[in-house]
T-cell receptor
């Protein structure tokens, strides 16, 4: 069945380091992927997305990499800041308007 | 920046009672969604809605659940007879087009069933 999972439930980094958050997905029909950031008491906040016809997309301080061969997605955050501390979710869209979320990775940034 | 807004932020209800959660999606968006997140678990899809009808629903969205767009701005989720296991955060989301467009989420309603 469908599943989206994360390898590391908690990632601790120092301020200024680069962070890499990983995600595995199992539905090869998924054609669109999104990374969301969720701060305490808030809803998921859109960070960056990528379509299945791409393998890399860059935003401001963030990069998403997609490896369809091994069904792996990653989010790279450059120069991580304390304000980046949150739970990060990957989500996949199989084309039926239903997002399937991963379990989430908590990013802790120490000053 | 336009936002999805949800009310109330916290709803406490007795088991068996009806509850209505309210959402105002982003004004030019056409597709609307409800998700829920049980404490400590992942966000789960409940239902999608377009052109005044349900597009897709999950197995969670049983006969106790219904959605409605009563006017041009609100989108509601009703649970007719709440159960203890309905306690969760409920998130509304919207987007302009289906397919490869990000869904934008509100900050949720925390539903506590006693």
């Amino acid at each position: 069945g469908e599943s989206v999972g994360l390898h590391l439930p908690t990632l601790s980094v120092q301020e200024g380091d680069n962070s890499i958050i990983n995600c595995a997905y199992s539905n090869s029909a998924s054609d669109y992927f999104i990374w969301y950031k969720q701060e305490s008491g808030k809803g998921p906040q859109f960070i960056i997305d990528i379509r299945s016809n791409m393998d890399k997309r860059q935003g401001q301080r963030v990069t998403v990499l997609l490896n369809k061969t091994v069904k792996h997605l990653s989010l790279q955050i450059a120069a991580t800041q304390p304000g980046d501390s949150a739970v990060y979710f990957c989500a996949e869209n199989t084309g039926f308007q239903k997002l399937v979320f991963g379990t989430g990775t908590r990013l802790l940034v120490s000053p | 920046e336009p936002e999805v807004t949800q009310t109330p932020s916290h709803q406490v209800t007795q088991m068996g009672q009806e509850v209505i959660l309210r959402c105002v999606p982003i004004s030019n968006h056409l597709y609307f969604y409800w998700y829920r997140q049980i404490l400590g678990q992942k966000v789960e899809f409940l239902v999608s809605f377009y052109n005044n009808e349900i597009s897709e629903k999950s197995e969670i969205f049983d006969d106790q659940f219904s959605v409605e767009r009563p006017d041009g701005s609100n989108f509601t989720l009703k649970i007719r007879s709440t159960k203890l296991e309905d306690s969760a955060m409920y998130f509304c989301a919207s987007n302009f087009e289906e397919g490869n467009q990000p869904q934008h989420f509100g900050d949720g309603t925390r539903l506590s069933i006693l």
